[in-house]
């Protein structure tokens, strides 16, 4: 199998549905695009993960010492001994949309091609983690770094997926830095506002200091549009400003200033009602909505979405969705 991109989904902002936009992409690429995916949830909240599993499958891998606050927490120990094996924790066949057995996974037959989500799920613990993160180096005799477990103990996995999609804080911490240390790519969902917007140049600040200090090839894939109002003059001004705000973020960083998607998700209520795990849709277009929202059903904004991720990581661009195409052009007004 041909490894793809490993993508970091980052906002120093919360509720600007990273987390939905993270889950729904990983559907997408799985289950209508034949991919295999592997969901990173890195965030304390553990969002992502109860989406996937749900909370009898989370406290199970938490009493298993089987997430990703273990692996820290083994390494702040400091003493040799470990609970943490990434072959274990990692989860899979997760999602609703599943339709194979995790127990069958193993049965099939070599070769056997079909599109999958699996799961390294986070933990509260990791709330206690992130304050002693800077620990890691001198309880690990210096072999280990505070923004390298990931890297260490977890990527050597990444070869058997298509894509892997990191959820990470709302923060910068060691615990991101994780994610982007072994990224590709990073992805700012935001909500078209100030508040949701805010942090962008921060994040572009800082990055661009640790990918110099860190020497890595991380990118900003671009910005993604969520939760958007058509009502809201609030939206329309911040979908006007944006460009102007990134060209400004990004001018010292390196980078280019990285794209505004085309695609651009509307505020549904079939996609917080998808973050639901204990509900058993029949089929993608039931769970992320058949209702029509702005002329296009709801579900196929998740498309749109996955196509053009797609399109960015080879080199392509898309022409602008209908429903992107009026919401720019109602942001000029």
Not at 16 to 38: G, H, I, P, S, Y
């Amino acid at each position: 199998m041909l490894f793809r991109s490993v993508i970091s989904f980052i906002n120093l902002k919360g509720g600007v549905a990273k987390t939905t936009a993270t889950v729904q992409l990983a559907d997408t690429l799985a289950f209508m695009k034949q991919k295999r995916v592997l969901v990173i949830d890195l965030d304390p909240q553990t969002n992502a993960t109860l989406a996937l599993i749900g909370e009898d499958r989370w406290e199970q891998a938490d009493d298993d010492g089987q997430t990703l606050a273990h692996l820290f927490l083994d390494l702040l120990r400091g003493d040799g001994t470990f609970t943490f094996d990434a072959t274990q924790a990692i989860i899979r066949g997760v999602s609703n949309l599943n339709r194979v057995p995790p127990e069958m996974i193993d049965q099939l037959p070599e070769g056997t091609r079909y599109g999958r989500v699996d799961l390294l799920p986070s933990s509260i613990r990791l709330i206690d983690v992130q304050d002693r993160m800077q620990d890691i180096a001198g309880r690990s005799h210096y072999s280990v770094g505070p923004m390298e477990a990931v890297k260490k103990f977890v990527a050597p996995a990444f070869s058997a997926y298509d894509y892997v999609l990191i959820d990470c804080p709302p923060n910068l911490g060691f615990v991101t830095q994780n994610g982007l240390e072994v990224s590709d790519h990073y992805l700012i969902p935001t909500i078209p506002d100030r508040l949701s917007t805010y942090g962008i140049p921060q994040i572009a600040a800082r990055i661009a200091q640790i990918r110099r200090a860190r020497d890595l090839r991380l990118r900003c894939l671009g910005v993604l549009i969520t939760k958007y109002q058509s009502q809201s003059a609030q939206h329309r001004q911040g979908l006007q400003r944006l460009p102007d705000d990134l060209r400004v973020a990004f001018e010292t960083t390196g980078e280019d200033t990285p794209p505004i998607l085309t695609t651009v998700l509307p505020q549904t209520n079939a996609s917080a009602e998808a973050m639901t795990s204990d509900r058993a849709p029949a089929n993608y277009r039931e769970k992320y909505g058949s209702g029509v929202v702005a002329g296009q059903a709801a579900y196929k904004y998740g498309l749109d979405l996955a196509d053009e991720i797609e399109d960015l990581l080879g080199g392509q661009t898309r022409a602008p969705s209908p429903f992107s195409q009026w919401a720019q052009a109602m942001g000029g007004r």
